[in-house]
C-alpha cells in the first residue's frame, strides 16, 4: 500500500472492512482538540480547530483526481461527518475547562 495516505488505512475482520485509519485520524483530532481546550481554558481553540480540519478536509476532497485525498467512499464519508461529530463532542466536553466567572 505504498503511496496509500494513513487515513485510508483499512483492515478486514470477518468480512467487514474496516477503515481503522480513519478512525485512528478522528481520535487523534479529538486529543488534539481536548488538549487545546484543557491547555487554553476556553472552547475557542478547540472551535478554531475542529473548523480548520473542516475546512482542510473540504478543500481536500475537491481538488483535482490523483491529488485527492478525501474521496467519496467509507472512509472519506467517516473523516467528512467524523470531524463534525468529533468537534461537537469536544466542544461539549471542553466547556468543564472554561475558567470560572470572576463574579
Given amino acids: 500500500m505504498a503511496g496509500t495516505a494513513l487515513h485510508r488505512q483499512g ?7 474496516v477503515p ?3 478512525v485512528a485520524a478522528l481520535v487523534l ?3 488534539a482538540q481536548l488538549w487545546l481546550g484543557a491547555a487554553f481554558r476556553s472552547v475557542v481553540p ?5 473548523v480548520l ?9 475537491t ?3 490523483g491529488k485527492r485525498l478525501v474521496i467519496a467512499d467509507t472512509p472519506g ?7 463534525a461529530a468529533v468537534t461537537l463532542g469536544m466542544l461539549a ?3 468543564r475547562y472554561r475558567r470560572p466567572d470572576p463574579a
Avoid at 46 to 50: E, M, Q
Avoid at 53 to 61: D, P, V
Avoid at 77 to 83: D, E, S, V
Fill in 20 to 22: 481503522w485509519g480513519a
Fill in 46 to 50: 478547540t472551535a478554531v480547530c475542529g
Fill in 29 to 31: 483530532l479529538g486529543s
Fill in 53 to 61: 480540519c473542516y475546512a482542510l478536509t473540504g478543500w481536500w476532497s
Fill in 77 to 83: 464519508n467517516l473523516w467528512i461527518f467524523g470531524t
Fill in 63 to 65: 481538488v483535482e483526481n
Fill in 93 to 95: 466536553w471542553c466547556r
Fill in 11 to 17: 483492515l478486514v475482520l470477518a468480512g467487514v472492512d
